[in-house]
């Protein structure tokens, strides 16, 4: 796909959208930016919409008109939009699945209608659940245990589903915990995103468990580089690919980690684990590597820094 294709990027004023839609302006993409700013911020994106260079579609994408709107003369579609917190699903489990899974659907469907040639979802390693096995990779039984990965799982069936049939070529991306510059803070945010918080306003960090539990922290500067990968590549159709940077790093390991950059010494205090919460879970990306070329580039300790 050339640098003269239109692509729409779903939730593309967010965190993880803003960064793809720098990446596709750079490359000479065609772009638009379909997005409720229920979560994400115009400020992302703003220099893109004054240069007139992005368009911007406000609305969601449970609305069939607005989604027909933003599908003109797409060549290709990114769905980042979603309800992305484990903790909020539990708490509200019928708007998390009208949202990401009736949602997913009915932007898939559209899709078809409107003969778009390439559709990547952006799914989650929380459908694996507690994996049978690590580092987990794609033949690993999924299992959510949460209505956030039940949702995205669903998701990742439509997606499927419709490429099966070559209805719609389509990707799928098992993110794992992505971070980087632009992601919010507020009751349901990521660890990282919390600590560095917690960190500036000389606050205690809140671990929940004993932190033992380990997790795959991927730099949202990696994430692009697959998307775009993605899109580009036929060989990436109808491929379920877990996007990671395929190391493990315990939650302890993180606090200390980030106490350690900030050059503070603050109290690491230990919470009751959150329901939805699995243990480990870090990525084997060998498929990846092999289908997009994919190799993640930017180191942990890097990240936070940069971060921090």
């Known amino acids: 796909m050339s640098g003269s294709k239109k692509v729409l990027v779903t939730g593309g004023a967010g965190f993880i959208g803003s960064h793809l839609v720098d990446k596709l302006a750079a490359e000479g993409y065609g772009v638009r930016v379909l997005d409720n700013l229920s979560a994400g911020k115009l400020e992302n994106i703003s220099a893109y919409l004054k240069a007139g260079c992005v368009e911007f579609v406000k609305g969601d994408i449970c609305d069939s008109a607005v989604v027909a709107k933003s599908l003109e003369s797409v060549d290709a579609v990114v769905h980042f939009a979603a309800l992305t917190s484990v903790t909020?699903?539990?708490?509200?489990?019928?708007?998390?699945?009208?949202?990401?899974?009736?949602?997913?659907?009915?932007?898939?469907n559209a899709c078809v209608e409107n003969a778009v040639s390439k559709f990547v979802f952006a799914s989650s390693c929380a459908v694996y659940g507690d994996p049978e096995f690590l580092p987990v990779n794609e033949t690993c039984k999924p299992n959510p245990i949460s209505p956030y990965a039940e949702s995205k799982f669903l998701g990742e069936g439509y997606c499927?589903?419709?490429?099966?049939?070559?209805?719609?070529r389509s990707v799928v991306l098992r993110f794992f915990n992505v971070y980087g510059p632009r992601q919010g803070l507020n009751d349901y945010s990521g660890v990282i995103t919390r600590f560095i918080d917690r960190v500036r306003q000389n606050k205690p960090l809140v671990v929940y468990g004993d932190g033992s539990q380990t997790r795959d922290f991927v730099s949202v500067h990696d994430i692009v580089e697959a998307v775009l990968a993605s899109i580009r590549s036929v060989n990436a159709n109808g491929q379920v690919l877990n996007i990671g940077s395929g190391k493990p790093t315990s939650i302890n390991e993180l606090a200390k980690t980030i106490l350690e950059l900030a050059h503070v010494e603050l109290e690491i205090r230990h919470e009751k684990i959150r329901a939805g919460d699995i243990k480990d879970s870090y990525a084997d990306i060998s498929k990846a590597k092999s289908v997009l070329g994919y190799k993640p580039r930017v180191d942990l300790r890097y990240g936070l820094q940069a971060l921090v």
Not at 91 to 101: I, K, M, Q, R, S
Not at 160 to 168: N, S, T, Y
Request: aromatic share 6%; net charge negative.
């Open 88 to 108: 909020f699903s539990v708490e509200h489990p019928d708007l998390t699945f009208n949202v990401n899974a009736a949602g997913t659907q009915n932007l898939v």
């Open 160 to 168: 499927l589903g419709v490429d099966k049939r070559q209805a719609l």
